[in-house]
């Protein structure tokens, strides 16, 4: 094991066991989205999409707004491993760092505040 | 890096006549950085605007569809049926990649058969989603 060159100071690890978990993770979340958003691009259509009344009391029942959630949270997981890929591919330097930093706030905050506000809408309709 | 231009370049892109294959495949990139960026930015928007009440609301359906004299507002049009059809683009490739995952379907026949149905599946289902849309708006 050398100390000077970077593929010295790493061979004879092995594997760092983390690449079949980023590929079975995007297959998963795949599988979800396919099942989830598919739900959704339905609903949307069979909604009277510009009915305020009409949405808040669909996501005011559990059976829209769990699965609502679950698609959130399974659409930006795939989404933060697939523009993982991407940045990897094209970005070399520090600016790899920066843009997967960016790629983390942006996939974790989109879904805190998509949750947050599908959450605010099912509480208020259930009150109602 | 210094590169001596007398020496060749590696065959890249540039030399290769293109297939279905290829461009199903860079449209599955394509495709899924426009949702991740511009279709999840609207999702979030648009539950937001929900959240913010029916004034916000209001405006944020405004804006996507018509104005207050009924005309189409054809920007925001154009941008919802190119993200609805990357969808169905990246979910239909997104199918074949689960299938040839599984080894099955890289016979040279099969491969550009798959390559081409995902691309007829996805302006099809665009199709049928636009038109029942705007047969119930008008």
């Known amino acids: 094991m050398g100390t000077g060159t970077g593929i010295g100071r790493v061979r004879g690890f092995g594997s760092a066991h983390a690449g079949t978990h980023h590929w079975w993770r995007q297959r998963l979340t795949a599988g979800s989205n396919l099942l989830l958003l598919t739900w959704l691009v339905a609903s949307l259509i069979r909604l009277p999409i510009t009915n305020y009344r009409a949405l808040v009391l669909w996501l005011s029942s559990p059976w829209a707004s769990v699965p609502l959630i679950l698609a959130i949270v399974s659409l930006f997981y795939h989404l933060r491993l697939g523009l993982q890929v991407v ?24 879904a805190a505040l998509a949750i947050y506000a599908v959450l605010r809408v099912a509480f208020a309709g259930a009150l109602h | 890096m210094a590169r001596n231009p007398g020496r060749p370049l590696s065959p890249h892109l540039t030399v290769w006549k293109w297939g279905p294959h290829m461009l199903v495949s860079i449209l599955h990139r394509a495709t899924g950085v426009a949702l991740s960026l511009a279709a999840a930015m609207l999702l979030v928007w648009w539950l937001v605007a929900l959240s913010g009440g029916e004034a916000s609301y209001a405006r944020f359906i405004d804006l996507m569809t018509a104005d207050r004299s009924g005309r189409l507002n054809f920007i925001p049009f154009l941008v919802l049926a190119g993200l609805t059809w990357a969808f169905f683009q990246h979910l239909c ?35 049928i989603v636009w038109a029942s849309l705007l047969m119930r708006a008008f």
Not at chain 1, 90 to 99: E, I, K, N, T
Not at chain 2, 98 to 106: H, Q, R, S
């Open chain 2, 93 to 127: 490739s997104g199918v074949r990649h689960l299938l040839l995952d599984t080894g099955a379907g890289y016979e040279l026949r099969t491969n550009k058969q798959g390559a081409l149905a995902t691309m007829a599946v996805s302006v099809a289902l665009t199709i």
């Open chain 1, 87 to 110: 940045i990897e591919d094209y970005q070399h330097d520090f600016s790899r760092v920066v843009a997967l930093v960016l790629l983390n706030f942006y996939a974790i905050g989109g």
